[in-house]
């Protein structure tokens, strides 16, 4: 915990000096904070470490505290130092940019869609990457994926595939981004189509 409290120390160094609260929608609603353009790489491979390690059990925060701080911290990059700055810092810190997006609520997915969009586009992610995205922000809208990429747990520990457009379109589409196929996807979550 002591290396996540230096992260966002360092955070206020730079860019600006006041904070702001940026609205999404509603009453979700993002702090931003001043940060160093220098320390991007840092922060944001920082911001991977605890995204994966609070998922995986190797760090005792909560999801959530973790999510909004990193949340909070990708906004304001994206404020005081710009998109470009995150692209240079390499490949972990873009991954982390997706990551922290994508466990994101809706809003703040539909803020930045579009960023990543032009990423896969440019090869800064890959497409199945990008994907990931598409398909969790259709389900949140009530909509079913496109290319199967989203699996569920329930309660009693049952895993299975959330709704899908159609399974022949799911598995042709995910052809033609060189995705693997979607049983074999399926099959490491325990999910049999």
């Not at 709704?163 to 979607?182: C, F, G, H, I, Q």
């Amino acid at each position: 915990m002591n290396r996540l409290l230096l992260l966002f120390l360092l955070c206020f160094l730079s860019c600006s000096s006041s904070t702001e609260k940026n609205q999404f929608d509603g009453e979700d609603s993002i702090q931003t904070y001043a940060v160093d353009c220098d320390q991007v790489r840092i922060y944001l491979e920082e911001a991977l470490r605890t995204d994966q390690g609070v998922r995986n059990g190797e760090i005792a925060i909560s999801m959530e505290e973790v999510d909004e701080a990193n949340q909070a911290l990708f906004y304001s990059i994206m404020q005081c130092c710009g998109a470009d700055k995150i692209i240079f810092a390499g490949e972990q810190a873009t991954q982390a940019a997706f990551l922290i997006t994508q466990h994101a609520p809706l809003e703040f997915q539909l803020a930045f869609v579009n960023l990543f969009k032009d990423w896969s586009k440019e090869g800064i992610i890959s497409p199945s990457t990008f994907v990931l995205m598409v398909d969790r922000i259709r389900l949140r809208q009530g909509k079913t994926q496109l290319y199967g990429t989203q699996v569920v747990t329930d309660k009693s520990g049952v895993s299975k595939l959330s709704p899908v457009d159609d399974l022949e379109k799911v598995r042709a589409r995910r052809d033609s981004l060189y995705m693997e196929p979607l049983e074999d996807y399926v099959a490491r979550f325990g999910v049999t189509l």
